[in-house]
Nanobody
Framework: QVQLQESGPGLVKSAQTLSLTCTVS??????????WSWIRQPPGKGREWLGT???????YYRPSLESRTSISRDTSKNQFTLQLSSVTPEDTAVYYC???????????RGQGTQVTVSS
């Protein structure tokens, strides 16, 4: 059974770059037809898809955040990483990494990590 674990700093200052890593066990991020995503849930709001990297390394981003978002992967470590630049307090949220069978889907999800952006 696949397991996903988010890691990274819990506090980031405004205007800096938020960087989170998802470590995957129990399945390879290069296995055909699996899609690996980042999702967040701001306080009091619903979940929001940020972007996806697929089994081939192709990336897909939420249009409204595309200019600030970058997702990459390290296949040797079976990890994928989110970078969100120029953060503001509005980027404060619980961030999740997830696996699905299509872009922006999440059949399996990590436990989430709280990221707070200080002004």
């Amino acid at each position: 059974q696949v397991q996903l674990q988010e890691s990274g700093p819990g506090l980031v200052k405004s205007a800096q770059t938020l960087s989170l890593t998802c470590t995957v066990s129990g399945g390879s991020i290069t296995t055909n037809y699996y899609y690996w995503s980042w999702i967040r849930q701001p306080p009091g709001k619903g979940r929001e898809w940020l972007g996806t990297i697929d089994y081939s390394g192709r990336t897909y981003y939420r249009p409204s955040l595309e200019s600030r978002t970058s997702i990459s992967r390290d296949t040797s470590k079976n990890q994928f990483t989110l970078q969100l630049s120029s953060v503001t307090p509005e980027d404060t949220a619980v961030y999740y990494c997830a696996r699905g069978r299509a872009v922006a889907t999440s059949q399996d999800r990590g436990q989430g990590t709280q990221v707070t952006v200080s002004s």
